[in-house]
């Protein structure tokens, strides 16, 4: 649920931007400029100086969208919310508390708004009322239906590691919890009605999927109600030096595009040729294959042991680029992968 909410308020908050932002910038040019006073006794002085301000008014709406204020310091009246002190005791760690004590509180305990004057640049001005504009126009009860709506209709929950709580009979001791364990998630793997801060959810439409690596178990130590509940079985296959390749390049926070952002950091650029990536992928898949198959996780260490002295060296004068290509892979990590001693304690 935090999680849908979350997506939902960023979603409605940008089809809303552009008018929080124009509210924005209003509030900015109310704090830049005083309006003038209407006299009873001269109308056509009134309607002389109305005519200049919003003149003025409109030329500075030009000049701040131009970045032209944004030197400019103005005088900000942030509102802050107080809510009384209040300290819980209890021997319960507060992972195992579903509920959000401070919001409980918060709403039975009346609180005090205050405000204090902030000096800002122009800029910070339109961020901090763009922010604001936006929380007022984001309908919070809308949100939180469609989040919901999202949860118990379309949402996907992925339980990692099911094989820890699959029992084999060799321990009893540990055997109690792990069962006790799989008949908690039984009713809500099944569909149930499941209380959390934000309501109660219904589980029944939720997708569950779970994974595990069955090494010293098997998804039949699994209580057999638990079983039943996940009806369609895929075995994972290891990955291939192909999927290596795609996983380098094509995700949109690649392990490639991440160092060479991490570079970019120190001014320095770096770029692989197709053949560098290919021979990344290529000896990855022959660590994995001598050693413990770990997957993708193996890329991070190929790749922080090819580029190790880069690192170590940043920032050095005179470096301004590093290509790596293939011939480059292959001298740095040939002999560490052929060292089955030296390979599993660097790799």
Known sequence: MDVAINNVRIEMSRSVAEKARNN???????????PPRQSSENKEKDDLERVSYERTREKMRFWILDGKMDDKDVDVKVEQQQTPH?????????????????????NMMPFRRSSKEKKMKVPQALEYFTQEEQSKLVDNEHVLAEAKDRVQNHGIIFIDEVDKIASDNKDNRTDVSRTGVQRDLLPIVEGSNVPTKHGIINTTHILFIAAGAFHSVKPSDLIPELQGRFPIRVELNSLTAEDFVKILEQPKNALAKQYTAM?????????FSKGAIREIAQF???????????????????????????????????????????????????????????????L
């Open 263 to 271: 570079f970019r950091t120190e001014k320095v650029s770096l770029s």
């Open 24 to 34: 924005a910038v209003e509030h900015v040019l109310d704090l830049l400029l005083t």
């Open 284 to 346: 990855a898949a022959r660590a994995n294959e001598k050693m413990e198959d770990i997957g993708a996780r193996r890329l991070h260490t190929i790749m922080n042991t090819l580029l190790d002295e880069y690192l170590f060296d940043m920032p050095k004068r005179g470096l301004i680029k590093v290509s790596i290509d293939k011939d480059e892979v292959i001298a740095k990590l040939k002999d560490i992968i052929e060292d089955e001693d030296l390979s599993r304690y660097i």
């Open 86 to 106: 209040v300290e819980v005791f209890s021997n319960m760690g507060f992972d195992s508390i579903d509920m959000n004590i401070g919001d409980m509180l918060s």
